[in-house]
């Protein structure tokens, strides 16, 4: 595996799974915080946490690309599965 492909693979995965953890929980809304931003949507984060989520995303991508490259250059592939 070329360098090149390796950092294309992980830019990938990173993306992928950050647009994945997003969703889930990281932040507090204006309107359950009680205080709303005018001219805001009231579902707006209050606090965005987006550091927590990209260091979150690097972990668990940089834990998926380590299991992809051992699988990778391990020499495994589909035929190898009983089926």
Do not use: C, N
Request: glycine share 8%; aromatic share 20%.
């Amino acid at each position: 595996m070329s360098v090149t492909y390796g950092i294309a693979v992980y830019f990938m995965m990173w993306w992928i799974l950050l647009f994945a953890f997003l969703p889930f929980g990281f932040h507090r809304t204006q309107e359950e915080a009680g205080e709303i931003v005018p001219g805001s949507d009231p579902g707006a984060p209050e606090k965005p946490k987006f550091l927590r989520v990209i260091v979150l995303t690097t972990v668990v991508t940089s834990t998926v690309f380590a299991g992809f490259y051992f699988l990778k250059t391990s020499g495994y592939s589909l035929d190898d599965l009983p089926f």
